[in-house]
């Protein structure tokens, strides 16, 4: 079973760490003006340097945000505003 040879002294220590200093991460700027950080695709990008990205179901999702979008056709016969709002229940109090 090995033993270490030497006491590791604080100041060995500290040299050591000194390498283990946090840095700012590199962030960039997309042509959308949205940040990221280098070498990732911002989120919510369609193109990455002018390549598109393939997301699963965006078209789908696309189609369905414009039928959000589009007005809707009342066409049936009631009147939305002549509607009764309903009454509310009350418990009975005990005497």
């Keep these: 079973m090995g033993l270490p040879g030497h006491r590791r002294t604080s100041s060995h220590k500290r040299r050591r760490a000194s390498h283990f200093a946090l840095t700012k991460p590199a962030i960039a700027t997309d042509k959308a003006g949205r940040t ?37 056709n009342h066409e049936h016969e009631h009147d939305h505003g002549s509607e009764e709002a309903p009454k509310a229940k009350t418990k009975a109090k005990k005497a």
Excluded at 46 to 70: P, Q
């Design 36 to 72: 990221h950080f280098m070498h990732k695709a911002a989120p919510g990008a369609t193109e990455y340097n002018g390549i598109a990205i393939h997301v699963k179901g965006r078209e789908r999702k696309l189609a369905k945000m414009l039928e959000k979008t589009k007005p809707h």
